[in-house]
């Protein structure tokens, strides 16, 4: 079996928490099987995890030391063998995944242990032991332990829950999973499984990556994969969907003066669409020259990370069980994200008021979450509040406020604008008719990747409003231009216009002026060339 997810992420611990890892040395089937039956039975729905054979790790730091020890050849296939007894010995039958991987020359064994669907599951104590005693496992930390007492008995509660993204779908059939959408996924995670999408049949890639649930003779398609794969999942469940309202003037103050857009599509589709349209329509970076200061100020009016962890979080945490859209309202004061329903009742209202951390111990959609982290959109479970936070805080903006109802129906964020953004301050520095104070001298506002500017839209001071506009975007271009050429030289003028939002003919123009002006040069061709930053001025 090819994994859906790639190696060296694993290895690296990259794109899986800690505490769904475990590397062993060699073949312990003893305690790798306690391990196995403890992350079927996945008691804090983290969605399983893996085990890496082949692999030693570092006594202080808990990394793979590399290269890896690795798995003898000759002893592959008798592991593999041994697996098909051992599985029978789980009760109920659990049938972990197996892939035999390269890693540094060498072949390691890798065991993924997706959540069962029949849990809670049991093992015996020692597998290759006859008439051993069985026992229920789960995971505390990094560590496979025995569930005992009021553990145990939660344990066996979750037989009648399944998160819902789970669930198989009689609804969902084969012909509703895009093809072209499930290998961009593969692609951009980077597994070998994308080149098989072309020469497999779909059932058995679906198969491969545990999205399919139920008995041989009734096999269903989980939700998760029309959420992730479906052009319209609102097929199956309606109403998903994204709804982004902007209020000009404020939504109480002017509530019939508004623009409403609504991003439809997979999951990824409709949150990548909602991102595309705040950053090109909402945010902008202000800069703020500062009196005695060589390099000014610079802030956003929203830090692009906190909306992002914003916007990925409402849809991982929404139930698609309700008819409900997501709701973005956009005013000069905030942004707010409605979501229904509220945080589950682990949580306290005094924990969701405080904003720093909302721990909970079960996820509705688990699966759904594990694929939004192997895109990068999203850090982990319980890290979208203190992320969001964090953010918030290195753009000098105020906290973010998290509200929810008494009977949890709903769950509302608002994200306040940098207060160097807000319109009391406008207003105040445009009433007052005096300069500024000796350590501002002027801000300018950019939009994200545009061009545009405002020139003195806030605070500002006679000399700077002599400047010219259209100076003002021939700097702003200029520096962006030659930021992304640090970052990348080879970039070329289309790669540029794509990030700064202005033409390709417009990027053209600014390159030939700085290059007039023998601040970068161009060595090679057009095509496999590369450019060279020779001259910054006074930069």
Partial sequence: MTLAININGLLNK????????EFKKGWNPGSIYHSICAFANDFDDLGGGYIIVGVDTDDKTGMAIRPVEGVSLEKIDGILQEMVAYNNKMSPYYLPR????????KQVIVIWCPAGSYRPYSVPVNVTAKGSKEYFYIRSGTSSIEARGEVLVELRELANRMPFDERGNSDIQLEDISLVLLRDYLVKVGSKLADEVITTPLATILDQMELYTGPKENRLLRNVAAMMFCENPNKFFPYTQIDVVTFP?????DPNNFTEVTFKGSVPQMIK?????????VLKEHVRKVSGRQEAERFWNYPYDAIEEAVVNSVYHRDFLQHEP???????SGISILNCPGPDRSISKED?????MLKSRRYRNRRLGDFLKELDLTEGRSTGVPTIQAKLAENGSPRAIFETTDDRLTFLVTIPIHEGCSDSSVTKSESSGTSLSSSEESIETVGF?????TGSSEKTSNSSEKTSNSSEKTSNSSEKILELIKQNPKISAAGIAMEIGISSRGVEKQIKKLRE???IKRNGADKGGYWEIVNLGND
């Fill in 352 to 356: 969701i008021a405080k904003g720093d």
């Fill in 273 to 281: 669409q909602t991102i595309d349209y705040i950053k090109s329509n």
């Fill in 249 to 253: 003037n404020g939504k109480m103050k």
């Fill in 98 to 105: 197996t892939s035999v991987e390269e890693v540094d020359g």
């Fill in 14 to 21: 990259q794109k899986i928490e800690s505490n769904r890892i």
């Fill in 449 to 453: 990747g545009s061009e545009k500017s």
């Fill in 326 to 332: 997501i709701e973005i309202t956009i005013e000069p």
């Fill in 517 to 519: 002006a023998g601040i």
